[in-house]
């Protein structure tokens, strides 16, 4: 009998740390992507906060409760991100929050790259063109934006954390941008 198929990360559980900054690739997440019915807001806006204890985010933010993050990317379209427990995280959405939204698996559509430590906001700076001032860019903010060309999505998770999600099919090339960026901050 052949031996079952196991899911491969896009970058091979890629890790390493540059002057105290980590910068990890992140696995074993669900990404399923929520688009609103027209009309059901307030019930899809209820249904997660008694299933998930979760708040839609305005535009511009994400909410958290536990290791799930519901990201705010356009008006009625979100991202939730969660632990993956089964192979089908669209049906444990549906089955925890009904109808309501349009749910899509995004799961492997996107590498996961979380950056922590100091020195980051530095070195996310040379190559984002976001200001990432905490002033300006405040915890569980999340933003699209391009980095070395490639689409990003950045959400800051910590005071010196954030999470950044780019295409997978440019994993390697997503990588190489931050990583040398990373390389080259002092």
Known sequence: MAEPLAPLSPLDGYAAEFNGARLAEVTGLAIVSLAVSRGMEA????????????ALPAPGGSAVSGERRLIWMAPDQFLLIFPQVGSDPVGEVRKAIGDG?????????????????????????RICPLDLDPRHFALDAAARTMMEHLGVLIVREAEDGFLLASARSSAHSFLHAVKLSFENTQ
């Open 43 to 54: 019930t899809l806006a209820a249904r997660l906060k008694k299933t998930y204890r979760l």
């Open 101 to 125: 939204a349009w749910l899509t698996d995004q799961s492997d559509s996107y590498c996961l790259l979380r950056c922590e430590g100091p020195g980051v906001r530095k070195a996310l700076e």
